[in-house]
């Protein structure tokens, strides 16, 4: 698959024409690009839709996840599309996975999330991750389709201020380096994306208490059965149920010196820059989860009559639908935008991607809202439609890859001329 971005010079055919004196500039996606658009969106709704409603309201939490998915999404080589192509995977450029992870968000934000956080912490670990390290991870990740993986930042007391970091903020979670060069490590993370069920876990800690986070943060790769590592509780949500997120405990956990990711005390740092990409994922998530709220509104608003007329006959009910595929695609633009911009812009504005994440999140709920409005009474009833599900994962992004307050700041922070 071609992972050529979108570029004013394609043509809608995806030539790479110079365009001609007065003729507008095409940013539309290439022919590979739109094909693969189109077989991840047949996916989403021949099998991940219909699979995940069955599947959400399981009681064991275990019997959410629905593992042949993920070895059918590995298949088509989408769990491992952003390693290198050396190491297996596609080098898949950053507009590519936000089309993979909103048209998974079309049928389930639950099953779209838990790519994406693999996706994710890959790029860390491709990056990063010392000769060791690399082997290890790669020969499991690789052979397993089912090998998910988790990125742990959020504490009980830390939440999203690593979107902002300011000179006092430090994570709870420690490790304190042995005189044989092993850490030991102690802390708690909660809320935690694939946590109770990852391969591998991506683990921030405070490496040095004297320093602020950027410069004493350093990031280790766990995996499930080592001792004194556990998971304490699978969290209950509303929102997001086919995947599960939960809480971790670190009780003296020993670990080798080759499961240090990156330079000691700098984990963070680096982290963060590998991680720009991630927050216009974030933004793609939400975006694919309304696209499909406002669909279901538009076919009910064309075939429900009330007033001798179908609903969209009505001026009021189509001013609504206007207003949402507005919103739409105004976020989609924005996103676009981004995704291109932070791989070829050489002085890309940070500021693009948390504005991307804030107008797709704040449009997505008001969209949801509204395909909730033009359903009536039939929203709230149990089964009867999708758009409440929808609703109710949209809202988890209204925090999630930081809460929408912490983006404003950190753009405002960016104008009076602070670090990103």
């Known amino acids: 698959m071609s992972t050529s971005a979108l570029s004013p010079g394609l043509s809608p055919e995806g030539g790479d024409r110079s365009r001609t004196a007065g003729s507008p500039p095409h ?37 959410r996840i629905d593992w042949e998915l993920v070895a059918e999404a590995s298949a088509r080589g989408w769990r491992t599309m952003s390693l290198p192509v050396e190491d297996g995977g596609q080098g898949a450029s950053a507009l590519a996975l936000c089309l993979l992870i909103e048209e998974l968000a079309y049928g389930d934000m639950g099953f779209a999330v838990l790519l994406d956080q693999t996706l994710k912490v890959q790029r860390i670990l491709a990056r990063l991750a010392g000769s060791r390290a690399r082997r290890h991870f790669l020969d499991r990740f690789l052979s397993d389709p ?18 902002i970091p300011h000179p006092t903020f430090r994570f709870h979670t420690h490790a304190e380096q042995r005189p044989d060069g092993s850490w030991v490590l102690n802390g708690q993370k909660h809320f935690i994306s694939n946590g109770a069920d990852a391969g591998f876990y991506l683990v921030f800690a405070c490496t040095d208490a004297h320093q602020p986070a950027q410069s004493g943060t350093s990031a280790f790769l766990l995996e499930p059965g080592l001792p004194g590592f556990e998971v304490s509780e699978v969290h209950e949500k509303i929102a ?25 005390n700098h984990g963070y740092a680096g982290s963060h820059e590998i991680l720009k990409v991630s927050v216009i994922e974030a933004a793609a998530t939400t975006l694919g989860t309304a696209q499909a709220a406002y669909e279901m509104a538009v076919e009910h608003a064309r075939t429900r009559v009330q007033g001798n007329a179908p609903l969209i006959g009505h001026a009021n009910i189509a001013c609504r639908l206007a207003e949402m595929y507005s ?44 395909a909730m409005e033009i359903f009536g009474g039939l929203a709230i009833m149990h089964d009867r439609t999708g758009v409440s599900k929808c609703l109710r994962d949209c809202l988890s992004f209204l925090h999630s890859d930081g809460a929408q307050d912490s983006h404003r700041r950190r753009i405002a922070r960016m104008m009076e001329g602070g670090r990103a």
Do not use: H
């Open 27 to 63: 940013f539309g996606l290439s022919p590979d690009l739109r094909a693969f658009r189109q077989d991840v969106r047949r996916f989403a709704v021949e099998q991940v839709r219909p699979r995940a409603a069955r599947r959400e309201w399981q009681a064991d939490a275990a019997d």
């Open 327 to 370: 919103e739409l695609e105004a976020a989609r633009s924005l996103i676009w935008r981004a995704a291109w911009a932070v791989e070829n812009d050489p002085d890309y504005d940070y500021r693009l991607g948390s504005a991307a994440k804030l107008i797709a999140a704040d449009s997505a709920v008001r969209v949801c809202l509204s």
């Open 240 to 264: 997001q149920r086919c995947i599960n997120n939960a809480a971790l405990r670190f009780t003296d956990v020993v670990l080798e010196p080759w499961r240090l990711i990156g330079p000691v």
């Open 146 to 163: 089912r090998c998910v993986l988790a990125i742990c930042f959020t504490e009980p007391e830390v939440g999203s201020d690593y979107i």
